[in-house]
Structures are given as C-alpha cells and as structure tokens.
C-alpha cells in the first residue's frame, strides 16, 4: 500500500529534525569538550608555600675511595593541600628523593631497597655505566629485596636524574612520586665561574603537573588525551604554588621536567630573557641567550636568570609548538599555560661573578666518525612496527663505534626519544641545523608530529652481549605500551646474546 505524499513527508521533516537535533547536539558537545578543554593558571596561583630544596643524600666513603649512597624506596602520605592526605611512593621520604651528588671519576655505589608492594627499578637517566647497573626493566628489584649497582663516573658534570623503570608500569611508578636528580661535577668539582651553591644560587626545580580527584591522585586520562594523563594545576620538588627568595643577582635553576607526559615551555611572566648554561648531558661551549626553551618529559635544562633588588617575577609555562593541528594542539596540552614558582628578590642582593663567555663544554660525538646509519620510525605504542619484546634484541652495536641514528615521528601525535648509556649530538633537525637549545649534549629530543631528527652516538661500553639498554618514548604511556626497544654493546666481532629472564612488576 503506498504511503500518502503527505504523511511521507511529515516523516522525513521528522527524521530531519531528528538528524539536525543529533548533529547540534553532538556539534555542540564537541564544542563544549573542545572549549574547555584547554588550562591555565596564569595570574591565578597565589604561591602561600615556600618551594622545599631536596636535602643532598647522605654518603659514605669507603677505605678505596667508593661513595656510598642508600635509597629506600617507601608507600606514604603527603598533604599537598591543606587536610588533604594523599598517597604517595617516594625514596627516603614520602614523595620524591633526595639529590645524589658525586664527582667524575669516582666510584659510587648505591644500595636500593625495595620498600613498596610492588617490584620496580631505579634507573639513572643520561648516566653512562654498564648495562647490568642500568636500571632498566631487565634490573627488578621485589618487594623487600636489596639492588646494589655500582659504577665508576665517567662523563662530563651534569643534571641527571634517577626513576623507576619496570616494563609496561613505569608512568604509575613516577607519577606517585619516585623520581629525584642526580648532579655530576667535574674531578675537582662544581664549576667555578657559574652560580654553584647547591639550595642557594644553584636550585633542582622539579617540575610536575597533577590533577586530584578529592585526596588522591587522579589517573584518568582526558577525552582525546592520546598524550598520556595531563594535570591541570603543577608543582615544584612536590611543592604546590612555591615561592623561593632569591638572596644572589644570578641564580642556576636545573629544570627537570619530571612529568609524565606534560611539555612544556618555559620562559618568565615579564618575558625576561636568560642565560642557557646546559643541556641533558653538561654544560654548553658557549652559553646562549633565550626567551624560552620547551622541554618534553625526560630532559632538562640549566638556566641562569639575572635578578634586580626587590623584584618578583615568575616561572611561567605557556603554550608549547608542539608542530600540531588545531584539534590536537588543544587535547595534548599544546594551548595550556602555568604560573609555576614565583621568584622573590632581596631587597639587597649579594654580588654575583660575571658569565664567563665560553665553558667547559661536554665532548660531543661526530655524524663524520659514524660507521653505521640506522632508522626509527615512531608510531603509537611501536617503534619500526614493533612493540617491545623483552627477549628480542633489536640492535647489537660495536664497542667504540659511532653511529648516527635517524628518528622520524610518523603519527599525528607527539612522541620524544630517549636513548640510555649515552649523551648524543643532534645532528639536524628536519633537515636543518639544531637550534641553540639543542646544540649540548642531549640523551632526550622532543619530536612533533612527522618531524626528524639526525643524531651521532658513540658507544663506549664496557660490552655486555646479554644485558640491554633501552631506547624509547619517554612520554610514559607511550612507553609501557610497547614504544621501546633494546640494543646491546659487544666487542668487535661479537654476537648478542640473549637477555636474563624478566620479572613483572606486578601491574
């Protein structure tokens, strides 16, 4: 029986209406998630608690020179805000750790114990030592049991720092609060011509960014945030909206961007401009003068900020070219923006010494030493099209040998890539030469959405054919789904061999 014209019509005025009221309310959603999805704190933060200085580690030393650390891994509290009692993880405390300081060319010994309910590691970043001290998901430490790593210093002093590492685990490890720095001096110690007073003129600035779902932590990962999980408010060495008087005219800040997977871009409320001293892995050839400088979770930067008497200024993250589109910019944090520490001048300010126009630079590979070219390609959770395998090794590289390894980001999504045991060069930047801020020694390069890096690494050893280091995202999540890979170092001539069993972490 044929539908009359008129009450078909009166149908699809209906299904139109229904379609329209869909699509306005879907459009208008996504303009509601879009609009809000966006943060800042900039001129909303009043900074009530003065910024804490991670306490320098206790050390021994033994008759033959060794120095001796011992880091506690521990579950605790802290109240990060008023009657608030948040869980935490921390070393010798109840969230983050003390500052592990020692020279080139001495021995350290560090005695780990594993305090909390669930196997993890400690691995030093931008440290070089042997594979089997590493620290990487091949190193678990349980629950209860002692790790006792121990190398001899051999690299150029530097802003280091130490986490866990446990496969397909270490985003939750860190982001309860398992992290600390690690300052390398040169043999006779800090460098004279720079701000080096350790709490003084010479300040670690940890920086994290944590959101809090009533008293505790809040893990969930926004819509869209393919990034990893995103705080809207940060903190400095655990510190919510710090302050830090300023007694000196120039002032260190070691930035450490400690967070998960947050880039950031920092610069200062007044656009001032400051000194870049070092990079990853040591001090710069020549120090560089900048307006900014971004930093994607792993890597760190030592500035040197110049200070009038009486003045406030402050720490300022804004919004970071992260090289993506107007959709992604916005959900991976690209337009966010952060008062992060207010800097208070004395009203008198002791003198400080004169930047010295050139530095004690750490020693860089060179692409024209290379012997071998390899290619990375970055895609979510896999690195070449791989997942990581803990029995697979995927590079094996000759002891004294230098490389240059091309990195490519291949997503729509922005990645970074940290390699461990050595601090490379960065060669070229989409073609081009590295701009300032990455022309030190670097063990961590951010890379946007199809965008490049060319690197020189130089593999020193000592070799190991069966223990690995890792390569990988240092975007957490990222990470522990699959985006890394393991290389190991052996003699000349030599094979891989194959990797020690793995303990899960428990996750």
């Known amino acids: 029986m044929a539908v009359p014209r008129s009450r078909m019509r009166r149908i699809l005025l209906i299904l139109g209406g229904i379609l329209l009221t869909v699509a306005l309310v879907v459009g208008g959603g996504m303009t509601w998630i879009y609009t809000t ?76 114990r594993n305090g909390l309910p669930d196997a993890s590691t400690v691995h030093w970043h931008g440290m070089h030592l042997p594979a089997a001290m590493d620290g990487g998901p091949h190193q678990m430490v349980r629950p209860g049991d002692i790790w006792t790593p121990e190398w001899r210093v051999d690299q150029a002093a530097a802003t280091l720092w130490y986490h866990p590492h446990p496969h397909g685990a270490t985003e939750s490890h860190v982001r309860r609060g398992l992290a600390g720095m690690f300052i390398l001096d040169d043999e006779t110690g800090p460098t004279p011509e720079l701000p080096h007073t350790y709490g003084v003129d010479d300040v670690p600035v940890i920086v994290q960014d944590v959101k809090f779902k009533g008293a505790q932590f809040d893990t969930g990962r926004g819509i869209f945030a393919d990034i990893g999980v995103l705080g809207d408010r940060t903190m400095v060495n655990g510190v919510l909206a710090p302050y830090r008087n300023v007694g000196d005219e120039l002032v260190r800040l070691r930035l450490l961007n400690a967070s998960t997977a ?114 990375f390609t970055l895609t979510f959770g896999q690195i070449n099209n791989r997942p990581m395998a803990m029995d697979r090794i995927d590079a094996t590289i000759t002891r004294g040998s230098t490389e240059t390894w091309t990195v490519r980001n291949a997503d729509g999504m922005p990645h970074n890539f940290h390699v461990h045991d050595v601090q490379f060069a960065v060669v070229e930047v989409d073609g081009h030469a590295p701009p300032p801020a990455l022309r030190g020694a670097k063990d961590t390069v951010f890379l946007p959405p199809n965008g490049t890096v060319r690197l020189a690494l130089r593999f020193d050893g000592p070799a190991d054919p069966n223990t690995p280091y890792m390569f990988h995202c240092h975007l957490l999540w990222h990470e522990d789904l ?26």
């Open 37 to 112: 999805a966006d943060v800042s704190t900039v001129g909303k933060v009043e900074f009530r608690q003065e910024l804490s200085v991670p306490p320098l580690a206790d050390s021994t030393v033994e008759a033959d020179g060794t120095r001796v650390f011992q880091l506690d891994m521990r579950s605790g509290t802290k109240e990060f805000r008023p009657g608030q009692v948040t869980d935490t993880w921390g070393f010798n405390g109840d969230y983050l750790g003390p500052t592990l300081r020692a020279r080139r060319g001495e021995q350290v010994r560090v005695q780990v």
């Open 262 to 375: 947050r880039i950031y871009n920092f610069g200062f409320s007044d656009d001032r401009r400051f000194t870049l001293v070092g990079t990853d892995g040591g001090l710069l050839a020549q120090p560089e003068s900048l307006g900014n400088i971004q930093l994607s979770p792993g890597e760190r930067a030592e500035i040197v900020v110049r200070f009038q008497p009486g003045e406030r200024v402050t720490l300022r993250s804004d919004r970071v070219d992260a090289g993506l589109d107007f959709f992604g910019q916005r959900f991976s944090g690209g337009d966010d923006r952060f008062d992060v520490l207010e800097l208070r001048a004395a009203q008198t300010l002791r003198a400080s010494p004169t930047l010295p126009a050139t530095l004690p630079a750490a020693a860089l590979p060179k692409a024209t030493d290379s012997v071998r070219q390899r290619d």
């Open 482 to 507: 699959g985006m890394m890979g393991q290389f190991v170092v052996v003699e000349p001539g030599q094979q891989a061999g194959q990797p020690p069993a793995h303990q899960h972490s428990g996750h």
